[in-house]
């Protein structure tokens, strides 16, 4: 299993903010030119990550981004379900996306929760405190 690209860039993004707490505002453009991300796509994820409340965004003169709650109070898990949506290893417990010819007789299906609830835990138990660190701990 492999992090998309764009939840890969939403963790990048949110460990520089996370740089910047208790400083000024940072702007998107800051925060693509800190982290070699495109311009496009860090404003892409800022509105996303905003929408979810992660980051806070405030206009005019002193305006820019600041979190949205304390990095240590922010989670790997909270990051990638922003840009994501829930954490599920497959689409077959997704109503919507599901169109699996196996779902009538599967014995499986029942236990991808319990799959999925333990990697959403693992991730969850990472903070972007520990993420915006320069070295692992």
């Known amino acids: 299993m492999r992090l998309s690209s764009m939840a890969d860039y939403a963790v990048v993004t949110m460990s520089a903010a996370a740089r910047h707490c208790g400083g000024a505002r940072v702007s998107a453009g800051q925060l693509a030119e800190e982290?070699?991300?495109?311009?496009?796509?860090v404003q892409k994820l800022v509105s996303r990550l905003t929408a979810a409340g992660l980051l806070r965004s405030s206009r005019g003169a002193g305006g820019g981004?600041?979190?949205?709650?304390?990095?240590?109070a922010i989670s790997l898990a909270d990051i990638v379900e922003a840009v994501e949506g829930p954490i599920a290893l497959t689409s077959c417990l997704d109503?919507?996306?599901?169109?699996?010819?196996?779902?009538?007789?599967?014995?499986?299906?029942?236990?991808?929760?319990?799959?999925?609830?333990?990697l959403r835990s693992a991730l969850g138990g990472v903070s972007l405190m520990q993420m915006s660190q320069g070295h692992a701990a």
């Open 35 to 41: 982290t070699g991300l495109p311009a496009p796509t």
């Open 65 to 72: 981004l600041k979190l949205g709650r304390p990095a240590a």
């Open 95 to 118: 109503e919507e996306r599901n169109s699996c010819s196996l779902e009538a007789g599967c014995t499986v299906r029942p236990h991808w929760p319990v799959v999925n609830e333990v």
